[in-house]
């Protein structure tokens, strides 16, 4: 068995953590039913504990009358005002009714006035609030009538307060920060999904174009035609449905739920050899050359090169009326710079469209930087792209 490194332990504790906040999100019940219990052992020691000689003995009707104002709690989410005026109204009856060992510190009263100010409006909340001002004086005066005392229910009641408080706006930051990422996790699909479509589409209208000259001209080239367009139209299938399996795994696969449907890797630069024969199927002349040491790159930037190379060659095929076009790859220490040049007219009325925009957003959000504009000596149009290779990536398979 091997050994776990600090980080393995803590990636270990933070998905226990999170599987016990799903547990728990999913049974309320049974959570609330185990703080009670818990609760009910911290008030039980003093009755177990030896008493000081000259001291009344804890009776059974006292240990009663303190289960009494446990209770409650286990209905603190459903009506915590209510259950906090339950407990107010037991622990009443306890200092007046009986002569039972005191407690060290108020649980009771602690955990549904953090309850409150957690789940409650704020209206309720500062209810709350002027009631426990009322509240805890009283107490103190019926008990030890000790200034010392009184501070110091106050300071716990506000520190409850405060923690609840604390922890809603925690969950309101995770919410936001999982709706972010949700937005995030959508609009990467979308991208993806646009240059799939814009690509295979843009392919496909060419050959068929293509196809009626061919028919008449050179048969055989039709047929080469007709099943480019079949191939193209079935990658494209393969590729969306892939995307829309990530839409329908949605949060049960986020949370890693037993049984989810394993994602497929996305294209790499392995698989830029079949993408440039299929835009060579077009009629387009593409050479493809590589510099410096060839090395194995994250999956996360082979994805992000491989799919700036096919948004630049759907440009190239859409916009550029262009004859040839040169796809290089230089491997560099520390980068990957993608470049892909054509012989076309580029982007007419400055504006390269969704798809320029799309490679810009993908590079920068691999950190990385992309430019377009003329070729070399002002002929054609160049997609030039920036990705950063962490220095950890080795060279080699």
């Not at 937005?183 to 843009?202: K, P, Q, T, W």
């Not at 394993?262 to 493809?288: C, H, K, M, N, W």
Request: charge should be positive; avoid cysteine.
């Amino acid at each position: 068995m091997g050994i776990r490194g600090p980080g393995g332990l803590r990636a270990d504790v933070r998905g226990r953590r999170e599987r016990a906040r799903v547990w728990g999100a999913a049974n309320p019940w049974a959570v609330d039913v185990g703080i009670a219990l818990l609760v009910q052992a911290a008030m039980t020691m003093p009755f177990v504990v030896p008493r000081a000689p000259g001291l009344e003995p804890a009776t059974w009707a006292a240990y009663g009358l303190t289960t009494l104002t446990v209770l409650p709690l286990v209905w603190r989410r459903r009506a915590p005002v209510a259950v906090l005026l339950a407990i107010m109204a037991a622990s009443a009856l306890y200092k007046v009714a009986v002569e039972g060992p005191g407690q060290p510190l108020p649980y009771t009263g602690l955990v549904i006035v953090y309850t409150i100010a957690l789940l409650s409006s704020p209206w309720k909340r500062l209810t709350t609030a002027g009631l426990m001002l009322v509240a805890v004086p009283v107490s103190v005066w019926l008990n030890t009538q000790s200034v010392r005392e009184l501070t110091f229910s106050l300071f716990v009641f506000a520190a409850a307060y405060v923690f609840g408080r604390l922890q809603d706006a925690r969950q309101r930051a995770h919410l936001i920060e999982a709706e972010r990422a949700a937005a995030r996790e959508r609009a990467r699909i979308a991208r993806e999904m646009h240059d799939i479509l814009s690509h295979a589409v843009s392919l496909m209208i060419v050959q068929a174009e293509a196809g009626p000259v061919a028919v008449r001209a050179a048969p055989e080239r039709a047929e080469a035609a007709f099943e480019a367009i079949s191939e193209t139209g079935r990658e494209a299938m393969t590729q969306l449905r892939q995307m829309l399996g990530l839409l329908r795994e949605g949060s049960e696969s986020a949370a890693g739920a037993a049984g989810a449907p394993p994602r497929e890797p996305q294209p790499d630069l392995a698989a830029l050899p079949e993408l440039l024969a299929r835009v060579r199927s077009s009629g387009l002349d593409v050479s493809y050359t590589t510099e410096g040491g060839v090395r194995a790159l994250p999956a996360a930037t082979g994805a992000h090169a491989y799919r700036i190379v096919q948004e630049a060659l759907t440009n190239v095929v859409k916009h550029a009326a262009a004859r040839t076009v040169e796809v290089r790859l230089a491997h560099a220490d520390g980068a990957l710079r993608v470049t892909v040049t054509d012989d076309g007219r580029g982007p007419q009325g400055g504006s390269g469209g969704h798809g320029l925009v799309g490679i810009r957003e993908r590079a920068a959000a691999h950190g990385g930087s992309a430019t377009t504009g003329p070729g070399p000596g002002g002929r054609g149009f160049e997609v030039r792209a920036l990705l950063p290779v962490p220095r950890t990536a080795e060279a080699g398979t």
